[in-house]
């Protein structure tokens, strides 16, 4: 079935330094890219997201890239700040509402001052 | 704008009884998703519902089932529940139209004794 592989699981950088979270998916039909922040006690909440038509996206210290041929999507934080310690989920959509997301497994990342 | 509220927030229940689940969504949106998040098998989406209507749904069992009302908020119904079902359960909402981004409720954390 579709499945969405993320790596590394847990991820432990420096304040500044920067960090990149990367996804694979199976459903050559996903079309619909987003990136969720979970916080402790919290609901996911999303950052950023990229369509398959587009292969790189940015906000302020958010970057994202997709490579369809490759099934590969990335997630890049430069700047990182104690505040971005959480669990990060990358997902994959097939339909045109981006919704019935496939989430990876998650990245909690730890940025220590 | 009120955010997307779920009722209880906790729950406790023993196996073999059955439970149901509250989603208000944001105010205007037409989609509610369901996913349930377990440390082991991380974020899995259940269904959707789109104008009181299951729009897609998920790989889980017939014991899983919700329902729309008309004015959007959602309910969701577990069965028989096993000790399996203890996990946090999401609702999200979204316009349900395009590429609309969805927003996650805190959850219902659902425990099986």
């Known amino acids: 079935g579709e499945n969405v592989e993320q790596h590394p699981s847990t991820l432990s950088v420096q304040e500044g330094d920067s960090a990149v979270i990367k996804c694979t998916y199976s459903?050559?039909?996903?079309?619909?890219f987003p990136w969720y922040k979970q916080e402790l006690g919290k609901g996911p909440q999303l950052i950023i997201d990229?369509?398959?038509?587009?292969g790189e996206k940015k906000d302020q210290r958010i970057a994202v890239t997709l490579n369809k041929t490759a099934k590969h999507f990335s997630l890049h934080i430069t700047e990182t700040q104690p505040e971005d310690s959480a669990v990060y989920f990358c997902?994959?959509?097939?339909?045109?509402?981006?919704?019935?997301?496939?989430f990876g497994k998650g990245t909690t990342l730890s940025v220590s001052s | 704008k009120a955010g997307v509220t779920q009722t209880p927030r906790y729950l406790i229940k023993t196996r073999g009884q059955q439970v149901t689940l509250s989603c208000s969504p944001i105010?205007?949106?037409?989609?509610v998703s369901w996913y349930q998040q377990t440390p082991g098998q991380g974020l899995q989406f259940l269904f959707e519902?789109?104008?009181?209507?299951?729009?897609n749904k998920g790989n889980f069992p017939g014991r899983f089932s919700g329902r729309q009302f008309s004015n959007s908020r959602s309910e969701m119904n577990v069965s028989t529940l096993e000790l399996g079902d203890s996990a946090l359960y999401l609702c999200?909402?979204?316009?349900?139209?395009?590429?609309?981004?969805?927003?996650f409720g805190p959850g219902t954390r659902l425990t099986v004794l």
């Open positions: 459903d050559s039909a996903s079309n619909y």
């Open positions: 997902a994959a959509s097939r339909n045109q509402a981006g919704t019935a997301l496939i």
């Open positions: 519902y789109f104008s009181e209507t299951q729009r």
């Open positions: 105010s205007g949106h037409r989609s």
């Open positions: 990229i369509r398959s038509n587009v």
């Open positions: 999200a909402s979204s316009s349900g139209l395009g590429y609309n981004e969805q927003f």
